[in-house]
């Protein structure tokens, strides 16, 4: 198995060094200019019950357990306008017009948040299944709904998780979340901060939530680099202030920060070819009840294809995530649907 695994990870790391080779390669022989994309992102959540979130606010949360019994609560998871030169300003030279790209699908990403709020009058509605065999064979699904508030500027959003493990099932921690477009595609990059707020409503003794009430703070930017390459950046924080476990009645403060970025390859209009790596450094609390810190790598590639009918657009994906914490190192598999239209 760990043969297999590691075929897979060097696989998916060549084909990710390619692609950065054909960015490298296109930044030095055509010169960018600041264009438009489209809307939407990801975002990552801590908490018991460790799910994958996608969309504005996939916080999604997902029970991992270590060989020796721990429990870990696992995160999932610019700044600049652009602006003409001095010697443009005084006309001593000409610059061409701002590139337009042509059209394709930059939203819709699985374990990063893209910097993209969704469209005046446009709604998005995000299913998101994730799935591990190892160390048992856990579902770990996530509704998220975004909505515009009177144009692009402000977004509100929330999800639903839904967990089935093993034996126990049920509805996880609410997550209600705000965004506020800060910078456009217009701009150097896209950046809209998010402020979450993260509702104890699963049951702790079934190890579907985390019974503290948390905020979460992300910081996503997006940047289309070509006509064929887009990519993501985000950095968030976690802050739990009185979290427990099923077997303890014993409350603790976690924090959590989760750190990533990917690289999408635009391959065609309706079809993107994904590479994504987050690093999510948390709090977990052991069989005996200490708190200890954990971190968490995700490498995993991905695809994604977007069916257009009428005012709807349908975009399904799948992707295979490879962890690493510690020895516990799995692939899982990432199923993801999105229904967008016009209200």
């Known amino acids: 198995m760990k043969k297999r695994n590691n075929f897979l990870l060097t696989f998916s790391i060549l084909i990710f060094l390619i692609i950065l080779f054909s960015i490298s390669s296109q930044a030095q022989s055509t010169k960018k200019y600041f264009g438009r994309s489209h809307t939407s992102y990801f975002l990552a959540e801590p908490a018991l019950n460790f799910e994958f979130g996608c969309g504005e606010a996939h916080v ?14 696992p995160v999932i998871g610019n700044l600049f306008v652009s602006k003409r030169s001095k010697d443009a300003e005084n006309n001593s030279i000409n610059i061409p017009p701002p590139h337009k790209y042509s059209k394709a699908v930059e939203d819709n ?21 994730v799935y591990f065999r190892e160390p048992e064979r856990n579902i770990f699904y996530s509704f998220t709904q ?4 009177g144009g692009l500027l402000h977004q509100l959003s929330f999800t639903i998780p839904y967990s089935f493990l093993n034996s126990n099932k049920g509805v996880g921690d609410l997550m209600f979340n705000y965004r506020y477009q800060l910078f456009t595609s217009d701009d150097w990059a896209a950046f809209s901060p998010r402020i979450s707020i993260i509702v104890p ?6 190890s579907l939530g985390a019974g503290s009430i948390g905020m979460q703070i992300n910081l996503p930017a997006s940047k289309r680099f070509s006509e064929f390459f ?22 603790h403060q976690l924090t959590f920060w989760n750190l990533g970025g990917s690289i999408i390859w635009l391959a065609g209009e309706r079809f993107n070819v994904m590479m994504e790596y ?12 200490n708190v200890n810190r954990f971190t968490e790598k995700f490498i995993s590639p991905g695809i994604r294809y977007a069916i257009d009918i009428g005012e709807l657009q349908i975009v399904p994906g799948l992707a295979f995530p490879f962890s690493f914490l510690n020895e516990d190192n799995r692939v899982g598999m990432i199923f993801y649907l999105s229904f967008e239209h016009t209200f």
């Open 230 to 251: 887009v990519g993501h950046f985000n950095a968030g924080f976690t802050f739990m202030p009185s979290a427990q476990v099923s077997f303890s009645n014993k409350r």
């Open 60 to 73: 999604n949360q997902l029970l991992h357990v270590n060989k020796k019994g721990e429990l870990y609560f």
């Open 109 to 129: 990403s699985f374990l990063i948040e893209e910097a993209y709020n969704q469209e005046e009058g446009v709604v998005q509605h995000i299913s998101h299944a």
């Open 278 to 289: 987050l690093i999510n450094d948390g709090s977990n609390i052991d069989e005996f009840g």
């Open 201 to 206: 409503t699963g049951n702790v003794s079934k």
């Open 146 to 149: 975004e909505w515009p508030i």
